[in-house]
């Protein structure tokens, strides 16, 4: 048992629920639903993304000597060289369940790889850091697109997105061992209040008034069938579907906004360690509303209702192990 909660420790657990979400938003951006390719990419996305964890301890292992002596490395619970060759292994699993997605997903799965490594051995300290962190999340979401449809440009703003809000997140956990400043939290909390109001809303070249689940685009008017109404565009009354989307995506908005504005407001009105270090989960867990929201904005209420699922297992898990 406790080898058992060193490596869960190791490996974050409970942030492995924010993972699936990414592909399984980034296949809704595309109009289709998720398919067997699409489960490949997620395998894939929770490999890379353990492999970046193992990694990340192990070439952290002599600052968290100093400021984390608890965690699994500096303590002695796991030995550094077992934390590299899961990384190693890991990688090598991810990429392999990516090919066997197809060639696009192979294609974003390589340069995904590539960023998670570069940022733990030479980016993480540096300005380049958030901007790395923020690029993985970005192509772990496109991973679910290629996989899924073979195409990527659809769920390129909603990466963009879902990169923002990793890169907000990254720039906060940069202080989350010292503390001492209210400006990355306050940015944080910025970016979340914008994010929040850009996926509340309709995505531009749609309308509200299309029907749910029918892939309908808006821009063309429903046909009323009464005489004279030929082109008119049918009301919210007449269309209940039309208030369970407005609703669906306007609830996992809020639920994004709170899960992250608080505790990055706690953290700006004192920026000590321990409130930084919430803020930064907090931040995490938020990823899940949001890339939920990111699934119903694009049309995908089922696939929203499955991501924000994960949530609650999460927090559940977060009660015994670190998220971060």
Same mark, same amino acid.
């Given at each position: 048992?406790?080898?058992?909660?060193?490596?869960?420790?190791?490996?974050?657990?409970?942030?492995?629920?924010?993972?699936?979400?990414?592909?399984?938003?980034?296949?809704?951006?595309?109009?289709?639903?998720?398919?067997?390719?699409?489960?490949?990419?997620?395998?894939?996305?929770?490999?890379?993304?353990?492999?970046?964890?193992?990694?990340?301890?192990?070439?952290?292992?002599?600052?968290?000597?100093?400021?984390?002596?608890?965690?699994?490395?500096?303590?002695?619970?796991?030995?550094?060289?077992?934390?590299?060759?899961?990384?190693?292994?890991?990688?090598?699993?991810?990429?392999?369940?990516?090919?066997?997605?197809?060639?696009?997903?192979?294609?974003?799965?390589?340069?995904?790889?590539?960023?998670?490594?570069?940022? %733990?051995? +030479? *980016?993480?300290?540096?300005? #380049?850091?958030?901007? /790395?962190?923020? !690029?993985? @999340?970005?192509?772990? &979401?496109?991973?679910?697109?290629?996989?899924?449809?073979?195409?990527?440009?659809?769920?390129?703003?909603?990466?963009?997105?879902?990169?923002?809000?990793?890169?907000?997140?990254?720039?906060?956990?940069?202080?989350?061992?010292?503390?001492?400043?209210?400006?990355?939290?306050?940015?944080?909390?910025?970016?979340?209040?914008?994010?929040?109001?850009?996926?509340?809303?309709?995505?531009?070249?749609?309308?509200?008034?299309?029907?749910?689940?029918?892939?309908?685009?808006?821009?063309?008017?429903?046909?009323?069938?009464?005489?004279?109404?030929?082109?008119?565009?049918?009301?919210?009354?007449?269309?209940?579907?039309?208030?369970? %989307?407005? +609703? *669906?995506?306007?609830?996992? #908005?809020?639920?994004? /906004?709170?899960? !992250?504005? @608080?505790?990055?407001? &706690?953290?700006?009105?004192?920026?000590?360690?321990?409130?930084?270090?919430?803020?930064?989960?907090?931040?995490?867990?938020?990823?899940?509303?949001?890339?939920?929201?990111?699934?119903?904005?694009?049309?995908?209420?089922?696939?929203?209702?499955?991501?924000?699922?994960?949530?609650?297992?999460?927090?559940?898990?977060?009660?015994?192990?670190?998220?971060?």
């Amino acid at each position: 048992m406790s080898r058992s909660r060193a490596w869960a420790e190791l490996l974050r657990l409970p942030a492995l629920f924010t993972v699936p979400g990414d592909a399984l938003s980034g296949a809704a951006s595309t109009g289709a639903p998720p398919n067997s390719r699409t489960l490949l990419a997620i395998g894939s996305s929770l490999c890379l993304y353990e492999a970046g964890m193992a990694l990340n301890d192990w070439a952290d292992r002599e600052e968290d000597a100093a400021e984390r002596p608890h965690r699994p490395l500096p303590s002695g619970r796991v030995q550094p060289s077992s934390a590299l060759t899961a990384a190693c292994a890991l990688t090598a699993a991810g990429l392999a369940l990516a090919a066997r997605a197809g060639r696009p997903a192979l294609a974003v799965a390589a340069p995904l790889a590539a960023t998670v490594w570069a940022y %733990d051995l +030479a *980016l993480k300290h540096t300005p #380049a850091g958030p901007v /790395a962190m923020a !690029a993985a @999340r970005g192509l772990d &979401h496109l991973l679910g697109a290629a996989a899924t449809t073979g195409r990527t440009r659809e769920a390129l703003p909603s990466a963009a997105l879902l990169g923002t809000h990793t890169f907000a997140v990254t720039t906060v956990s940069r202080r989350e061992t010292q503390g001492g400043s209210s400006l990355p939290p306050l940015a944080a909390l910025a970016a979340t209040a914008l994010l929040t109001r850009l996926v509340a809303r309709a995505p531009r070249g749609t309308q509200d008034a299309t029907p749910t689940g029918t892939g309908a685009r808006a821009g063309i008017g429903a046909r009323s069938g009464v005489p004279g109404g030929a082109g008119r565009r049918t009301s919210a009354h007449e269309r209940p579907g039309l208030t369970l %989307d407005v +609703a *669906l995506r306007t609830a996992l #908005a809020a639920a994004y /906004a709170a899960t !992250a504005g @608080r505790p990055y407001t &706690h953290a700006a009105l004192n920026p000590s360690p321990p409130l930084t270090q919430r803020a930064v989960g907090g931040g995490i867990r938020a990823t899940i509303p949001l890339q939920a929201a990111l699934a119903a904005r694009a049309g995908a209420g089922l696939t929203a209702v499955a991501i924000a699922a994960l949530a609650p297992i999460g927090r559940r898990y977060a009660r015994k192990v670190s998220i971060t």
